[in-house]
């Protein structure tokens, strides 16, 4: 029988506290780059060229920057599922018998 059983119990639930973190902060982040929050104007990738052309190129990568923040809160999910599903195959091998 194949085990899917790839972490201990330890490192799996170290992967669902690390990623339920991650998903909220960068949810929060992802909302308040798609407010355009002025604090945030040095983690967006401006050059001089995008200030020529009025407010909507910088808010436009704002928005670019939240998308990037939104896929990243996904994968962090896609980790804390599976992460979840370890801590489940470690919680069962417990209880067979061998």
């Known amino acids: 029988m194949v085990s899917l059983l790839c972490c201990g119990p330890k490192m799996a639930a170290c992967g ?9 902060m960068l949810v929060l982040l992802g909302i308040f780059f798609n407010v355009h929050s002025a604090v945030l ?3 967006v990738p401006f050059t001089e060229e995008d200030f020529k052309g009025g407010p909507e190129r910088i808010y436009r ?9 939104f896929i990243a809160a996904g994968l962090y999910a896609l980790l804390g ?3 979840l599903c370890q801590t489940r195959l470690n919680k069962r ?3 067979m018998v061998r």
């Open 93 to 95: 091998k417990e209880y």
């Open 16 to 24: 669902l506290v690390l990623s339920a973190w991650g998903v909220v």
């Open 81 to 83: 599922g599976f992460s």
């Open 41 to 43: 104007i040095e983690d």
């Open 61 to 69: 990568l704002y928005e670019q920057v939240s998308y990037n923040c």
